[in-house]
């Protein structure tokens, strides 16, 4: 499905938004971009990930230039409460890549930190 969009997105007939927790799916679409040379901000393509969950992949989606997005539900809890837990639940394997985003966390954090008292 995405080839065929890939085809009227270079055409700008249409743009499309990623939304994946899943890093994997995130760098196929980011290396296909850069096969068809697709501008990362201005090809048409966006990414999307839930508030809190793969904040790491949207970090460096945000750094690399390319539209990166979050999003939050709202509504009523009784509403919210399933999705979220679907979210959940689908993304469970998220969690092992916890450990790599606390790594992350911490260097931007010491950057931030030091980068105040940079002499640069």
């Not at 090809?43 to 949207?58: E, K, N, P, S």
């Not at 999705?83 to 890549?97: C, I, P, Q, T, V």
């Not at 916890?98 to 954090?109: C, F, H, P, V, W």
Request: aromatic share 12%.
């Amino acid at each position: 499905m995405f080839e065929i969009l890939l085809k009227q997105i270079e055409k700008k007939e249409c743009e499309v938004m990623i939304a994946s927790h899943n890093e994997f799916s995130v760098q196929y679409v980011v290396e296909r971009m850069r096969q068809q040379a697709i501008s990362p901000s201005e090809g048409g393509i966006y990414f999307g990930q839930l508030l809190g969950m793969c904040d790491q992949v949207t970090y460096l989606l945000g750094a690399g230039g390319y539209n990166s997005y979050k999003y939050v539900p709202y509504g009523p809890i009784e509403a919210v409460l399933p999705y979220l837990s679907r979210r959940a639940y689908e993304n469970k394997g998220m969690l092992k890549g916890s450990q790599k985003e606390i790594e992350l966390l911490k260097g931007e954090l010491k950057r931030r930190r030091w980068g105040i008292f940079s002499m640069n």
